[in-house]
């Protein structure tokens, strides 16, 4: 069985994050907000919203399977010890602007029961790229 991963953070406290809920919140947030495009080595394991938003701007659905892969392949190498399942659905609101809902669910088997992984909410972007994000308990 895998161990348990730590998440680096600029922290002066701790300088990492082991909890999982912790973890979890941390790699959405960066997911969201990392510009993309800054590196070449990890543009594949920790993705860009911003970058996908940006390749996929004329296609929402397909925006909405690429965003659901790149968070499957984030959240498994980050809970190697836990089966994750990422799903992303897509919303149309106006013609413009688009929404896409999220739901991270985990558990130690596939036989277990699958609970939020502390995240479920939804984010959308306007036609000037602007993010909202609204976490749901």
Not at 55 to 83: C, G, K, W
Not at 105 to 121: I, Q, R, V
Request: charge should be negative.
């Amino acid at each position: 069985m895998a161990t348990s991963t730590i998440v680096p953070v600029l922290s002066t406290v701790k300088g990492y994050l082991d909890n999982p809920n912790d973890k979890a919140a941390y790699l959405i947030t960066f997911f969201i907000y990392n510009p993309g495009g800054v590196s070449n080595f990890f543009e594949d394991t920790n993705g860009s919203l911003r970058m996908i938003a940006y390749e996929y701007q004329q296609d929402p659905l397909e925006m909405a399977t690429q965003v659901e892969h790149r968070l499957q392949t984030i959240f498994n190498r980050n809970f190697p010890e836990r089966i994750v399942q990422v799903s992303v659905k897509h919303k149309d609101i106006d013609g413009y602007k688009y929404g896409l809902r999220f739901e991270i669910t985990s558990a130690p088997t596939a036989n277990d029961t699958f609970t939020p992984l502390n995240l479920a909410g939804s984010f959308a972007i306007d036609e000037d790229f602007r993010i909202s994000l609204i976490y749901t308990p």
